[in-house]
């Protein structure tokens, strides 16, 4: 059964540190690979990742994947309030086309 | 250009009732996705509709069915309903996945979701 794993659960942290979560996966037919940032309500799409060691970056975010030991990272550096949300990852399937999503990394950015 | 929408945004039922939700993607985007959020479980595929047709569906029982519109508009139904269905039910919209000369469109934009309540 395809599934994806993220951890830590959930991860309290003061303003200005350095955060680093975790995203396994075991899917068969993998095609790519979404971050989410997820507050009070939709989701809202950060990064997509297809190809091993390439990094994303978007200001104090990036992100990078491994697909031969199948996990990737989201790196946030300099924490602020802001950053407090629940991070979701998602692995998309080709040939069915699905979407798989972790149980999410609940990040709390303390002032 | 306009977001998702979903409505209704809340909704408070009791077991054994019936609810609809509705759900309009971004004008231009075909495939219609459903998933369900609960604090346990995380959130689960429940179907995705293109072109008005059931292209994947995930492990849920057949009281949650779901259609598409010529509009791509989509509704998504739960009969029966049960205290555990108790979610929040976010739809996302995107450009058809696995469509020729489209794979680079695999983001999925979330509508904001409809919180219901089974009492």
């Known amino acids: 059964e395809d599934k994806v794993v993220q951890s830590p659960l959930s991860l309290v942290v003061h303003e200005g540190d350095t955060v680093t979560l975790n995203c396994s996966y075991e899917?068969?037919?993998?095609?790519?690979l979404l971050w989410y940032k997820q507050e009070k309500k939709a989701p809202t799409f950060l990064f997509m990742l297809?190809?091993?060691?390439i990094e994303k970056k978007s200001g104090r975010l990036s992100s990078i994947l491994d697909k031969k030991e199948l996990f990737s990272i989201l790196n946030i550096t300099a924490t602020q309030t802001g950053d407090s949300a629940v991070y979701l990852c998602?692995?998309?399937?080709?040939?069915?086309?699905?979407?798989?999503f972790g149980t999410g990394t609940r990040l709390k950015v303390l002032a | 250009k306009a977001g998702v929408t979903q409505t209704p945004r809340y909704l408070i039922k009791t077991r054994g009732q019936q609810v609809t939700l509705s759900c309009s993607p971004i004008?231009?985007?075909?495939?219609v996705s459903w998933y369900q959020q609960t604090p346990g479980q995380g959130l689960q595929f429940l179907f995705e509709?293109?072109?008005?047709?059931?292209?994947n569906k995930g492990n849920f029982p057949g009281r949650f069915s779901g259609r598409q519109f010529s509009n791509s508009r989509s509704e998504m139904n739960v009969s029966t309903l049960e205290l555990g269905d108790s979610a929040l039910y976010l739809c996302?919209?995107?450009?058809?996945?696995?469509?020729?000369?489209?794979?680079?469109?695999?983001?999925?934009?979330f509508g904001p979701g409809t919180r219901l309540t089974v009492l």
């Open positions: 996302a919209s995107s450009h058809p996945l696995g469509l020729a000369g489209m794979s680079s469109y695999n983001e999925q934009f």
């Open positions: 899917v068969t037919n993998f095609r790519s």
């Open positions: 297809t190809s091993s060691g």
């Open positions: 998602a692995v998309l399937t080709s040939g069915t086309y699905k979407y798989i």
């Open positions: 004008s231009g985007h075909r495939s």
């Open positions: 509709y293109f072109s008005e047709t059931q292209r």
